[in-house]
């Protein structure tokens, strides 16, 4: 009588999306291993902080600028490369806020879909740190934020600059989440989980988001957090045809969604990150004084630091200049939302 052949094995359950995503990450986390040809983690705890915050910023920039290169030429990026990039910014947040002040500074100059990107994996690994993530799904995030809106590099010229965008542009627009995935699978299977997350990026917490409709948990978490991320980040950059919104505005708009477009956990985390007065806003002083909050203190949060750029008489100081509010306890703020306008006047 033949041996009876054994029924196979039911297959395991599948993993929770951020146990797939460290399992698909490891081979390009072991190709990251510190080489001698491989930027290093910046020891952030050297006196001369701030500028290292500027190189790790510089590098990330560096790092995003590749991955959108690699795609234009249909190639893979340097895994290990990016991968350190995204760990010296974990470092560099492991020490303080220097690098998120870093990140409002460079805002501006955020002119690129790349250097958004960089932006966004900035933010939305503070968040992560904020809401508890371990190093390797913070790392992950990070990845995710830096690619999360590549496919825009498919979207026409002439949609992107549209004031007005007809029902076709406007279609053609709400496509560039599909053509992200598309792109990072491109990239190879190190990258296939990143693809799962990017097209969900735009996805809304009650289901009116693109492309698909999701809501709610059916969203990846880590595209709820870059969604989120990325919206803030929208509305306080300045583009060429808008100026920012006041970022005290920003912020009040996102928490007037907290019901609607997301998560309430993840506002109240993001509120907690950039301050009663955000990281980037203009703020009056009681001495007539403009300035922009480049830091904010956890005990103190009405007193941040700020970088006076306007005196009194209204005029553009040729170079800003720092102010620690905890430091004049005679100066205080008296108007939290101040249009950038003013930075051109005078």
Not at 57 to 80: G, K, N, R, V, W
Not at 131 to 149: K, S
Request: proline fraction near 9%; aromatic fraction near 4%; glycine fraction near 6%.
């Amino acid at each position: 009588m033949p041996p009876t052949t054994p029924a196979p094995a039911e297959p395991p359950p599948p993993p929770p999306p951020e146990a797939e995503a460290g399992a698909l990450l490891q081979p390009v986390i072991v190709q990251a291993q510190p080489k001698p040809d491989l930027p290093q983690p910046v020891a952030m705890k050297d006196p001369t902080v701030a500028d290292q915050a500027g190189d790790v910023y510089d590098e990330l920039a560096q790092a995003a600028a590749s991955i959108f290169a690699a795609a234009e030429s249909e190639t893979a990026p340097e895994a290990p490369v990016v991968v350190a990039a995204v760990r010296n910014v974990l470092t560099c947040l492991e020490e303080g806020d220097q690098l998120l002040t870093e990140t409002v500074r460079r805002r501006a100059e955020a002119d690129s879909w790349s250097r958004r990107g960089a932006n966004v994996a900035v933010m939305a690994m503070r968040l992560g740190r904020a809401i508890g993530f371990d190093e390797r799904r913070n790392l992950a995030l990070g990845l995710c934020g830096l690619m999360h809106d590549i496919g825009m590099l498919c979207v026409p010229e002439q949609v992107l600059a549209a004031d007005r965008l007809t029902p076709t542009q406007l279609k053609q627009l709400r496509q560039h989440p599909v053509e992200s995935q598309r792109i990072v699978r491109t990239f190879g299977k190190a990258f296939e989980w990143i693809a799962k997350v990017v097209v969900q990026v735009h996805e809304r917490h009650d289901g009116s988001g693109y492309p698909k409709g999701l809501a709610g948990e059916e969203i990846h978490e880590f595209a709820r957090i870059i969604g989120l991320v990325d919206t803030y980040e929208a509305m306080a950059q300045p583009r060429a045809d808008r100026q920012a919104r006041v970022v005290y505005n920003a912020l009040k708009e996102i928490i007037d969604q907290r019901n609607s477009l997301f998560d309430r956990s993840l506002i109240k985390a993001l509120i907690d990150i950039v301050s009663i007065f955000p990281l980037g806003s203009l703020v009056k002083l009681n001495n007539g004084e403009i300035g922009r909050v480049v830091g904010t203190s956890r005990l103190h949060p009405t007193r941040p630091t700020v970088d006076i750029l306007v005196d009194p008489r209204g005029r553009r100081l040729p170079q800003a200049r720092l102010l620690d509010l905890q430091e004049e306890p005679m100066l205080y703020i008296v108007d939290p939302a101040i249009e950038e306008g003013v930075l051109t006047r005078g």
